[in-house]
T-cell receptor, first 114, second 114 residues
Framework: GQNIDQPTEMTATEGAIVQINCTYQ??????LFWYQQHAGEAPTFLSY????GLEEKGRFSSFLSRSKGYSYLLLKELQMKDSASYLC???????????????FGAGTRLAVHP | KAGVTQTPRYLIKTRGQQVTLSCSPI?????VSWYQQTPGQGLQFLFE???????NKGNFPGRFSGRQFSNSRSEMNVSTLELGDSALYLC?????????????FGEGSWLTVV
């Protein structure tokens, strides 16, 4: 089967660092995305990992270990505007040739407090 | 560069009616995917199109259909609407059929079925 797990909720303090974990079991792994979604809005792209290792983009970093089926999103210097849901999504390659099917976790709601 | 454009943004339909949603991908992108997002089920894959061909399909009933035109624009149709079809419908755009391409989402179409 296909399964993506991430914590339901997390809280953190403004200025701090938070790590959101994601574990996955899928049949056709072709990369892992992290998206941010504010309430009532569409998901916005944060990062994409295809190979093992760390990808850094400003205050956001994402790590992937394909052998462990594990990824994390690291948010540094947290700001109030970072309060949102963070979605982990695996790109699943289909037998019919499609490359762009994403399987999403349920999302992690992050609340940043002053 | 314009992002993924979806129309209409908001609509209200009555049970039994049908609805057509439109998506214009980012200029130069040829792959379009559709997702349904509900509070209970999260983000679920509907279908994926590339070069006017459906490349992948999710586990939705036949009432859900889509197509892609030669200019890469896509439409999805839901017939015989049910209350449970009330959701945010998201279109995602990608350059092509490669695991190296990033996937970007449009702002979505909010459908309410009454």
């Amino acid at each position: 089967g296909q399964n993506i797990d991430q914590p339901t909720e997390m809280t953190a303090t403004e200025g701090a660092i938070v790590q959101i974990n994601c574990t996955y079991q899928t049949s056709g792994f072709n990369g892992l995305f992290w998206y941010q979604q504010h309430a009532g809005e569409a998901p916005t792209f944060l990062s994409y990992n295809v190979l093992d290792g760390l990808e850094e983009k400003g205050r956001f970093s994402s790590f992937l270990s394909r052998s462990k089926g594990y990824s994390y999103l690291l948010l540094k210097e947290l700001q109030m505007k970072d309060s949102a849901s963070y979605l982990c999504a695996v790109r699943d390659r289909s037998r019919s040739g499609g490359y762009n099917k994403l399987i999403f976790g349920a999302g992690t709601r992050l609340a940043v407090h002053p | 560069k314009a992002g993924v454009t979806q129309t209409p943004r908001y609509l209200i339909k009555t049970r039994g009616q049908q609805v057509t949603l439109s998506c214009s991908p980012i200029s130069g992108h040829r792959s379009v995917s559709w997702y349904q997002q509900t509070p209970g089920q999260g983000l679920q894959f509907l279908f994926e199109y590339f070069s006017e061909t459906q490349r992948n399909k999710g586990n939705f009933p036949g009432r859900f259909s889509g197509r892609q035109f030669s200019n890469s624009r896509s439409e999805m149709n839901v017939s015989t609407l049910e209350l449970g079809d009330s959701a945010l419908y998201l279109c995602a755009s990608s350059l092509g059929q490669s695991s190296g391409n990033t996937i970007y989402f449009g702002e979505g179409s909010w459908l309410t079925v009454v």
